[in-house]
């Protein structure tokens, strides 16, 4: 029996393990198109549900759009429009059998937000620096907003603790909604107190916008865009709603007439009202005539 005990452990142990070694870095959350990444190699495709992201990859989000990742902690980062992020140094380790989380997120233009997740229970550590141009934080679990703006850089505590280092000045942010302010060309600002008003504004820049068609993970909505009798004509539309950052699929289906046919269509709405809002913005462009929504 002690046996029969001692080896469901190991498998369990081991099962464990390797459900670890496979959760990726960073996988994609939610996406309010259009959003791409561009992999190390160069090669570029539309960001989608579920998708890995690696180091050296980079994020860019178009007009109106967002990001939404999540870190192999929790944690999530989030991106507004025009946006670009490159992320390095993403790693899962363990210290002294403590699970350690490390990301390096290089904000090279637009908003960003990174939360952590209470109801995720990490009992680790996570080491996480984010870089503005000329400014950069390291994070201990916190919740933070900042910009990359051609004229400044903005950090904003929203609760947790940073250390800030710009040029030559070094200093640590523990004061709940507090921000900083570092010119290009200028001195930085004094550390001082955000409002409610500023930051509630400030967030809507990143988050991900009710009504605006945006994916999200779990979602079982879908934007069924176009219908083509040969795989041809399917690719052609499907090529060009990717190029333009939507994560189009192709699906065949047996018709009722016997020949094949090719549904293009985008899937993980998370409701009808957000499928419908896709479909709008959509509609009569990129060769799409009369979307159709569907669970």
Not at 211 to 223: I, S, Y
């Amino acid at each position: 029996m002690k046996i029969k005990v001692f080896l469901t452990a190991l498998l369990m142990l081991a099962a464990g393990s390797a459900l670890a070694a496979a959760r990726a870095n960073i996988e994609v959350e939610g996406v309010q198109t259009p959003a791409w990444v561009e992999r190390a190699g160069g090669a570029r495709e539309p960001l989608a549900i579920g998708m890995a992201i690696a180091n050296k990859d980079r994020i860019f989000t178009g007009p109106g759009a967002r990001a939404l990742l999540r870190l192999a902690d929790g944690s999530l980062i989030s991106l507004g429009e025009n946006g670009v992020l490159a992320l390095d140094d993403l790693g899962q380790s363990k210290i002294n059998l403590k699970e350690v989380v490390t990301a390096s997120l290089d904000v090279v233009s637009g908003a960003f937000r990174f939360t952590t997740r209470a109801v995720h229970k990490f009992r680790g550590e996570r080491d996480v620096r984010v870089k503005l141009a000329a400014t950069t934080a390291g994070i201990r679990g916190t919740d933070l907003w900042g910009k990359s703006e051609p004229a400044r850089d903005i950090f904003c505590l929203v609760e947790g603790s940073i250390t800030v280092a710009a040029a030559n000045d070094a200093f640590t942010m523990d004061q709940p909604m507090s921000f900083y302010i570092a010119p290009r060309n200028a001195p930085a600002l004094p550390v001082t107190r955000v409002s409610q008003q500023q930051l509630d504004e400030w967030s809507a820049e990143t988050a991900l916008t009710a009504g605006a068609g945006a994916l999200r993970q779990g979602g079982l909505w879908k934007v069924y865009l176009a219908e083509a009798n040969n795989q041809n004509d399917a690719l052609a539309i499907y090529d060009r709603l990717r190029d333009a950052g939507y994560a189009a699929e192709i699906r065949p289906l047996k018709s009722a007439a016997g020949p094949m046919i090719y549904r293009v269509r985008i899937a993980h709405l998370p409701s009808r009202q957000e499928a419908e809002a896709l479909a709008g913005k959509l509609k009569g462009r990129l060769g799409i005539t009369g979307p159709k929504v569907s669970r």
